[in-house]
């Protein structure tokens, strides 16, 4: 009988690989690597958690006019403001105060990356891995950095108040504990949340910062619900209710810094014309590779945003680009520089 070991299997796909360039058929290759990416790529986008990203088609795109620019236009509650985001990183995000927004879509590209054939021939892991673990990385971290700081420009240009008397003009609450999430900060985030009249979604934090939830006593938590801190309380999933990312990309979402996120049909859209796509060409012994997609992302309500800062010194830029810090924010242009102050740091 003869015994397959993942060794052995995994020799054999590579060689499946390897043989399929070699002969010309690098379609299928670029096909095994594409799916390879997409798999990874929602293991690996945050955003994509927070938004998960829909499938358009060219029936569904809208007349622009400016040729050269697929979008879809939506309608949107009346009293919201949206927000178009740039994956190009060029020019500035576009506002609009209609009662319809537009989805814009951008193409975003890895590096282009160059393999020795011969390289790939002694390799005891997937070598799928090896041609799309840079590709992934590249787009994934484009798209989170765009979606974080298309965020937080919504929320400077939105916050007007640091009181919850005004729930609809607060997007930023500071908590000071050392950077570590408590059961009383969790409340605030979230009350945040519900006297805009808008649901929770997602949380989305740092893994050091979520490891601080290992630090809440049960005393804290409560009698009954500490035996269900894991499944929630009344039926609800996650950590005390609610759902919870984490993301090892401090240089993004910084340690002892929580965002907090209405659910997608009150929050945006997060569309895709192409998802993440392989392209492979060789030249000789040389194979060239690199992805691309074509995704746009949405916010249309504002409402829908929340940032939850736990650090007990906040790291501030005012609107002449000058950086400061502080150990207490209150006042709206505190919270605003605050918010700048993180997106200085992405």
């Not at 810090?325 to 997106?343: E, H, V």
């Amino acid at each position: 009988m003869k015994i397959e070991t993942p060794e052995h299997s995994t020799r054999f796909i590579n060689q499946a690989f390897i043989s399929k360039i070699e002969n010309g058929q690098l379609k299928e290759a670029a096909d095994a690597g594409t799916a390879f990416i997409r798999d990874r790529m929602r293991e690996e986008s945050f955003a994509r958690k927070v938004l998960p990203p829909k499938l358009y088609g060219p029936g569904q795109l809208d007349k622009s006019l400016n040729a050269g620019n697929p979008r879809i236009v939506f309608d949107k509650e009346p009293d919201s403001k949206a927000m178009s985001m740039n994956f190009r990183g060029t020019g500035d995000h576009t506002y609009f105060d209609s009662e319809r927004f537009e989805l814009a879509f951008y193409k975003i590209e890895s590096q282009r990356f160059n393999k020795n054939k011969f390289e790939l021939l002694d390799y005891d892991f997937d070598i799928r891995d090896v041609l799309t673990k840079n590709s992934v990385k590249d787009m994934s971290d484009q798209e989170d950095k765009y979606f974080i700081n298309g965020c937080l420009d919504m929320a400077i240009s939105e916050t007007a108040s640091y009181s919850l008397s005004t729930p609809e003009a607060v997007h930023y609450m500071h908590m000071p504990n050392d950077g570590k999430i408590t059961t009383e900060s969790i409340r605030k985030a979230t009350s945040m949340a519900f006297s805009k009249r808008v649901p929770v979604g997602t949380f989305l934090c740092s893994s050091n910062t979520f490891e601080t939830l290992n630090d809440i006593p049960h005393s804290s938590i409560g009698a009954p619900a500490a035996s269900q801190y894991e499944s929630g309380v009344s039926g609800r999933s996650g950590i005390l209710g609610h759902n919870f990312i984490k993301t090892i990309k401090s240089d993004i979402i910084p340690d002892g810094v929580v965002y907090m996120f209405s659910s997608p049909e009150y929050f945006g859209v997060y569309g895709m014309l192409q998802d993440a796509t392989m392209f492979m060409k060789t030249e000789a012994d040389m194979i060239q590779f690199w992805s691309y997609s074509s995704v746009g992302c949405s916010i249309a309500n504002h409402k829908g945003i929340g940032v939850l800062d736990l650090r007990d010194t906040v790291n501030k830029v005012n609107s002449s680009g000058t950086a400061s810090t502080a150990t207490s924010i209150s006042t709206a242009t505190d919270a605003q520089d605050a918010l700048r102050g993180l997106k200085s740091a992405i």
